[in-house]
T-cell receptor
Framework: DAKTTQPTSMDCAEGRAANLPCNHS???????VYWYRQIHSQGPQYIIH???NNETNEMASLIITEDRKSSTLILPHATLRDTAVYYC?????????FGAGTTVTVRA | NAGVMQNPRHLVRRRGQEARLRCSPM?????VYWYRQLPEEGLKFMVY????????ESGMPKERFSAEFPKEGPSILRIQQVVRGDSAAYFC????????????FGPGTRLTVT
């Protein structure tokens, strides 16, 4: 599976956009980029996924570079409840491989 | 629409006892996955099941662990003769139609072996 690299941690101000980067330089053509988050040891929560095109849903936007070697998850208006560990996963088949993720702390 | 349900949420077992963890997938979901999260680590895939079939158990320890997803009722992850190293959070996820669909996770069962 393609490996992902994320910053260990980042802070974000409440009400501002949070931009979470992820590098996946060895991604293959048929591998999707998935984002999950885990709030305080709860079960991981699905956020969004994409293959080539940018995607948007009610939670977030996903921007994938044209060469697909990196992506950015955007939380448009971060709230305190968005404080969590965010996982960027390159998915092949059904096995999700969770790394260390990025610990995002939203501050008032 | 109820999400993935797991019970119990917390389970304490003494070394050598058996642990049974239950998972009810989301309504309409026929694919179930179990993951384990050891303290301070990321989730690791254990097993993938469809109704009455184990599709992939490559992530499951060879000894003492087993899983099933019967025609009726929840999926069960069974750990026999538990040891302290089995202490972890066990998460179940389900997907709807195919194994490429998004997986939705339950709240987990936290197993503590004393």
């Amino acid at each position: 599976d393609a490996k992902t690299t994320q910053p260990t941690s980042m802070d974000c101000a409440e009400g501002r956009a949070a931009n979470l980067p992820c590098n996946h330089s060895t991604i293959s053509g048929n591998e999707y980029v998935y984002w999950y988050r885990q709030i305080h040891s709860q079960g991981p929560q699905y956020i969004i996924h994409g293959l080539k095109n940018n995607e948007t849903n009610e939670m977030a936007s996903l921007i994938i570079t044209e060469d697909r070697k990196s992506s950015t998850l955007i939380l448009p208006h971060a709230t305190l409840r968005d404080t969590a560990v965010y996982y960027c996963i390159v998915r092949v088949d059904y096995k999700l491989s969770f790394g260390a993720g990025t610990t995002v702390t939203v501050r008032a | 629409n109820a999400g993935v349900m797991q019970n119990p949420r917390h389970l304490v077992r003494r070394r050598g006892q058996e642990a049974r963890l239950r998972c009810s997938p989301m309504k309409g979901h026929s694919h179930v996955y179990w993951y384990r999260q050891l303290p301070e680590e990321g989730l690791k895939f254990m097993v993938y099941l469809q109704k009455e079939n184990i599709i992939d158990e490559s992530g499951m320890p060879k000894e003492r662990f087993s899983a099933e997803f019967p025609k009726e009722g929840p999926s069960i992850l069974r750990i026999q003769q538990v040891v302290r190293g089995d202490s972890a959070a066990y998460f179940c996820a389900s997907s709807q139609n195919s194994r490429e669909d998004e997986q939705y996770f339950g709240p987990g069962t936290r197993l503590t072996v004393t």
